[in-house]
């Protein structure tokens, strides 16, 4: 994009522009926003970039966002340890335990297998995940099943295959969360390949 | 399904022009590069399959910043208002009734168009990358719900090919490539027997169709199609698990040549239909059309392959797509003309485009529009 600003302004809209979803018009309104905005305002904004970026750093052992060693999951004793439940990113983390349904561990792989944007295992957290498996923390009991939740889109499900091959030979269980049908949608909308998966993976109804 | 009104708004040479359209045959005349051809190309975009002619970036009338298409579509009972935008750098958006619809499923699943232009004579004698395309987008106008095959298949084949290219070549690829590959070669093969499978399907519900309509219009002969890949033979059934299976195992035998060469070397990506053909008085042998046959009788070919879609779209969907032909006749000898004019008559909408009027004169029109520097005269047959 052309040089369109003096130095400042420009330097800001591009740094914002970096940012995942923001364009370089988004850039552009977000920046002029700033300026208009109060100097304590920019500050504060400023500050809770700096402090985040200086409190907060990944567990040890997960990988999720924590602001100490362990992030609050692997910290906490209420957990079932022999569980682990595989995601690509932090924010699903959030979005399994707002369900209430999970009361086992994580581990964030921090992205999914892509040849084309050159993420290959060695970028993702797999070699600590194997390493989870294989010598549990002292005192905590084996790992018995890896819960692989990953999207389920073609590079989610390519990484979900990936670490089955790996894991089921140390006799742990690898599962893959279902993929299917949307509850309360509608089936004459949907379409094939979603169908499809839903009958794949379709269960017994015990009458 | 018909489009009974169409606006065009800064698309191609049209700056505002409302055409008003018959649920017939609609002659379009006007002399050569006037907009006729563009008309028939704003009457496929509603569709929902962009452009038959190449980019749609190229919709947009020079210096304007969109081109827009607005139509009142009827199908069946029922009549949609149908806007269109398309933007350079930000693809197509879409109303129906004014409420926006997420892609182009929406479109697809309410009209369906057959384009045959003069340069669909490429489906024959062109690359196998059109004859693909042709049966790709055949696949989606009979499902609209099926184009998520065609894309997991573009994301696995692009993914694939990537760790390929990204394999050390010579001394064998490095570990991390080779325990990845294994993943990508699955869902290779799953959504590579899926595809294919899936055209298998169409090819074999077109080929009736098609020959058919060859034999009519070649007044004899004989028109097959067989789907070529190298990595079946006869004995691969066209089921989805038998495909997996030929797929899997063609693809140990090349691996080692594709880390050699960084490529995916066989599957979907690579395959062909074989239009092989027989004229009139020569049955006894078939031969390859893209190599044996006369222009003429490429033309035929594809326009019996285009004859066909229509008539196997009418029987899935229970009605008549419509029928774009572009500059059709003056390309075809006298007979073929004759027989191609009576062949239109009461297939539902047609739009034929014509140079010369008199070419057409035959095929019963029941509007004519006149077209003169992207501005549209609709008149009565018989008028002038």
């Known amino acids: 994009m052309a040089m369109l600003y003096a130095g400042p302004i420009q330097d800001l809209i591009d740094e914002l522009a970096r940012m995942p979803g923001i364009g370089p018009k988004s850039a552009q309104r977000v920046a002029f926003y700033l300026l208009q905005a109060s100097t304590e305002d920019a500050k504060r904004l400023a500050h809770a970039i700096v402090e985040a970026k200086d409190k907060v750093r990944f567990c040890e052992r997960c990988f999720n966002v924590s602001d100490q060693d362990l992030c609050e999951y692997c910290r906490s004793t209420r957990r079932d340890p022999t569980i682990i439940c595989v995601v690509q990113d932090p924010p699903d983390i959030v979005a399994i335990e707002r369900t209430r349904e999970y009361q086992g561990l994580y581990h964030v792989l921090q992205g999914a297998l892509s040849p084309i944007e050159g993420i290959g295992p060695e970028d993702l957290r797999v070699a600590e995940l194997l390493k989870r498996l294989r010598t549990p923390e002292d005192g905590s009991p084996a790992v018995a099943e890896v819960i692989v939740a990953t999207n389920p889109n073609i590079d989610g499900d390519a990484t979900a295959m990936y670490l089955a091959r790996l894991i089921s030979p140390l006799g742990v269980l690898v599962t893959r969360l279902a993929s299917g049908m949307p509850v309360g949608g509608d089936l004459e909308y949907a379409d094939e390949v979603t169908l499809g998966r839903a009958i794949e993976g379709r269960r017994r109804l015990e009458g | 399904m018909r489009v009974d009104r169409l606006v065009l708004e800064d698309f191609r040479n049209y700056e505002r022009e409302e055409i008003d359209l018959s649920g017939g045959l609609n002659l379009v005349v006007g002399r050569n590069a006037q907009g006729k051809t563009n008309l028939l190309e704003a009457v496929y975009c509603i569709g929902g399959f962009g452009s038959p002619r190449g980019p749609d970036a190229t919709l947009v009338r020079e210096g304007a910043e969109r081109a827009l298409v607005h139509a009142d579509v009827t199908r069946g009972e029922r009549t949609v208002h149908v806007d269109l935008e398309y933007r350079p750098g930000r693809g197509m958006r879409a109303l129906l009734n004014g409420t926006a619809v997420p892609g182009v499923r929406a479109l697809r699943e309410l009209t369906a168009a057959v384009f045959f ?210 500059d059709v006749f003056s390309e075809l000898d006298p007979a073929r003309r004759a027989w191609l004019a009576d062949a239109i008559r009461g297939i539902g909408q047609s739009l034929v485009s014509s140079a010369e009027p008199g070419a057409i004169e035959s095929a019963g029109a029941a509007r004519i529009i006149r077209i003169e520097a992207g501005r549209a005269a609709a008149g009565e047959p018989g008028d002038g």
């Not at chain 2, 760790?163 to 080779?178: E, N």
């Not at chain 2, 080929?207 to 097959?224: F, I, M, N, Q």
């Not at chain 2, 979907?268 to 053909?277: E, I, K, Y």
Request: a negative charge.
């Open chain 2, 117 to 326: 232009g003069p340069d669909e004579l490429s489906l024959i004698k062109g690359s196998p990358d059109g004859r693909r395309r042709f049966l790709d987008e055949l696949v989606v106008k009979l499902r609209p719900a099926r184009d998520t095959i065609k894309r997991e298949w573009d994301r696995v084949l692009k993914q694939r090919n990537a760790l390929l290219r990204s394999a050390p070549r010579g001394g064998g690829p490095g570990r991390s490539a080779r325990e990845t590959l294994v993943v990508w070669d699955e869902a290779f093969c799953k959504t590579g027997a899926e595809l294919a499978a899936a055209r298998l399907e169409v090819l074999a519900a077109l080929t009736p169709y098609a020959a058919k309509r060859y034999e009519e219009v070649a007044g004899g002969g004989r028109l097959e199609l067989s789907y070529q890949a190298s990595w079946m033979d006869g004995s691969t059934g066209a089921d989805v698990e038998s495909l997996r299976e030929a797929l899997a195992a063609a693809l140990d035998e090349v691996r080692t040549r594709e880390l050699e060469r960084g490529v995916s070397l066989i599957g979907p990506q690579r395959d062909d239909v074989a239009v092989n053909l027989s004229s009139a008085g020569y049955q006894q042998s078939l031969l390859d059309a893209r190599a044996y046959a006369s222009q003429g009788d490429q033309r035929t070919c594809a326009l019996a392959l285009k004859l066909g879609e229509h008539d196997l779209l009418t029987d899935a969907l229970g009605d008549h797509p419509i029928l774009l032909l572009d």
